[in-house]
């Protein structure tokens, strides 16, 4: 499968991120820029491993959202789409998104992945009804994020030691197209280091 390998999506993310960058179009733009081009290179890895069975398979659903409680690591321009998405919401959903994430900073602080998911820290833009408040600018790693078993998903929030069958290509196309937007970023000279998404969103909405 020539071109279809992960440092493929990485190359080609970072391609279109570093081209809306060069064009003046803002981070914010270099991350939906980088979706698009994610999204494209996936169906095309899609149709070449033949994956429509298994991704028919996943799980993975509206209202599922027992992975929702765990560290987003996500690059500035994501949270520049992040902040984009929340700034169109009415002030009474702002304001409910700014709560949660003042409460997830306060339970987070100092916790390392493990410790963050064994406290069930809820992510502040998942809703009360199970929805991502914001699902269409939603960062890179959640688009990464599947799974063939709800109930195993469950479990693990639960404390229970489980591994979740997950489509590994879905994960490592989108976990090398998020190093690709960094690397358009850095190359930029722009900002390209990990942000914890909840405590990320804290800082944003602060005042």
Known sequence: MAGLGYSDARRQTAAAAGEALAQGQGPAKAARAAITATDSFFDRVRVALKLDEQLANQACAAGCSWCCHQIVAI??????????????KPPKARAAIAARAREAAAKGAGLDQRQWWAARIRCPLLEDDGLCGIHESRPLPCRAHN???????????????????????????WAHAQTGLAEALAQAGQSAMGLNLALAVDELLKG
């Open 75 to 88: 690059t500035a321009a994501e949270l520049d789409l992040v902040a984009e998405a929340i700034a169109a």
């Open 147 to 173: 799974s063939a078993d709800a109930g195993a998903c469950r479990r693990s929030f639960e404390g229970e030691a489980v591994r979740t069958p997950v489509l590994a290509a879905q994960q490592g196309v």
